[in-house]
């Protein structure tokens, strides 16, 4: 409890928070650079997954790179990305090591969440008349939203968790907080940094478990 | 004075056999370390799981709290979960492996507790009617039947706990992990490389080793198919 105590003195001290190695611009740092992450690979993730979903191809290859995917340490791509040219730009490696970590879990959960789509409605709605295009946007991307939803949501928890790694390679964000108690012994900053961090995750969650419950009925499957 | 050596070391290349010849008792070092921190988590976390599953399975208000709390641990990050544990643990190999087994748990109760759930009821009433006791049911049959789907969730586990690893860099335990630390600090490329090589192949190997297991324990999913 005494160390629990401590921390939480350490986070609640005034002085902690302004400045550049402060808590205000850690988790700003955090926070902006989990968003734009998890922009980026949505960009790059999301119109690959509907596209091969809809036409029902390359489902083995997208599942294949999600599974390779766990097997390779962040830590180490973090580190890699470092000593390369992309290391001169100072959020370089971050950025590109969190899209590449993110794109995976967006990918197959896309692109399982097309295919769960049921056969028949597709066949129904092609009936009608409905050009593939119509199809995809009217069909299968609104009954497949809450798959896609949760592809988001494990992407964007996963970012918050590498966007901490990434204090270990030079990186910004709340993990920086924690290392810095590690280079200074100082157990009260370790925890407390480990505090914020467990913190935004959760809120991380319970975001996406607020946008799941306010999307539209036909959103939720119907649940 | 003599002149550097100009070999692949002194130039700092990214691949270099030197490296491996200098070094190899290091690289030995670390991949031991390695491994253990692996199986000692995984191993741990089977260990914590499986009466955690069977609890969720057989008393119907415990599979909430289970899977909720389970769940709560894998979000939190990595780095901050070692270091919420640093005060219990202190600067130690136990607290990189106490790490990894929290992780570990959503992703073994989930998937054991699945594999029980998936058990055709007429199955279990059949061994219930043959005077099969609650103890011999799961043995003999729950947990055979189990077994793939449990088995994915520890191949899974595994190859997560391989990658996890190296983040107990931070202190001083993380196997290869340790060399990346080191070699980041000194732009040692060669040594940076390296070691991440070998976690991916660890991870690689440890997966094809599971489904190896898998497929001699599981013979008749086999059998079905054919």
Same mark, same amino acid.
């Given at each position: 409890m005494n160390t629990l105590a401590a921390a939480w003195e350490w986070l609640t001290d005034p002085a902690h928070w302004p400045g550049d190695d402060g808590i205000r611009h850690r988790l700003l740092q955090h926070l902006v650079l989990t968003v734009v992450c998890l922009l980026?690979?949505?960009?790059? @993730?999301?119109?690959? %997954?509907l596209v091969l979903g809809h036409l029902g191809r390359g489902g083995a290859l997208a599942v294949n790179i999600s599974n390779v995917g766990?097997?390779?340490?962040?830590? %180490?791509?973090?580190?890699?990305?470092?000593?390369?040219?992309?290391?001169?730009?100072?959020?370089?490696p971050t950025v590109v090591a969190l899209v590449l970590f993110a794109v995976p879990p967006l990918l197959t959960n896309a692109y399982v969440g097309m295919r769960e789509v049921d056969r028949s409605v597709v066949q129904a709605a092609r009936g009608m008349g409905m050009t593939g295009r119509q199809v995809l946007f009217h069909v299968e991307l609104p009954l497949s939203f809450p798959l896609v939803l949760n592809g988001v949501r494990i992407a964007a928890v996963q970012l918050v968790a590498t966007a901490t790694i990434a204090a270990l390679a030079g990186g910004g964000g709340l993990g920086r907080i924690i290392t810095a108690g590690f280079n200074l012994a100082s157990t009260p900053q370790v925890v407390a940094g480990?505090?914020?961090? @467990?913190?935004?995750?959760?809120?991380?969650?319970?975001?996406?478990e607020a946008v799941e419950r306010l999307a539209p009925v036909w959103a939720r499957g119907g649940r | 004075m003599t002149a550097p050596p100009d070999d692949c070391l002194a130039r700092n290349e990214w691949i270099c056999g030197a490296y491996l010849s200098t070094r190899r008792q290091i690289l030995l070092d670390a991949v031991v370390q390695h491994l253990q921190l692996t199986f000692l988590s995984v191993l741990t976390g089977l260990l914590v799981a499986l009466p955690l599953a069977v609890l969720a399975r057989r008393r119907?208000?415990?599979a909430g709290p289970v899977l909720a709390v389970t769940t709560v641990l894998y979000t939190i990050p990595s780095l901050a979960m070692f270091s919420l544990l640093l005060p219990l643990y202190g600067l130690s190999a136990t607290l990189v492996v106490a790490g990894l087994v929290l992780y570990s748990l959503t992703l073994l109760v989930r998937n054991i507790l699945a594999g029980l759930r998936a058990v055709p009821e007429e199955i279990r009433q059949a061994a219930l009617g043959l005077g099969y006791g609650p103890v011999r049911l799961l043995l003999a049959v729950e947990l055979p039947l189990a077994l793939p789907t449990a088995m994915a969730g520890l191949r899974i586990a595994t190859v997560s706990a391989v990658s996890l690893v190296t983040v107990g860099a931070i202190v001083g335990f993380g196997g290869l992990g340790n060399l990346i630390y080191a070699g980041m600090n000194t732009y040692f490329k060669a040594q940076v490389l390296t070691a991440s090589v070998l976690c991916v192949l660890i991870a690689v190997a440890a997966d094809l080793l599971l489904l190896g297991v898998q497929r001699l324990i599981t013979p008749w999913t086999r059998a079905a198919r054919a």
């Open positions: 980026l690979s949505c960009l790059i @993730a999301l119109p690959v %997954a766990r097997a390779v340490p962040t830590f %180490a791509v973090l580190v890699l990305l470092l000593l390369t040219p992309v290391g001169r730009w100072s959020e370089g480990a505090l914020l961090v @467990a913190g935004f995750a959760l809120l991380v969650e319970g975001v996406f | 119907r208000w415990a």
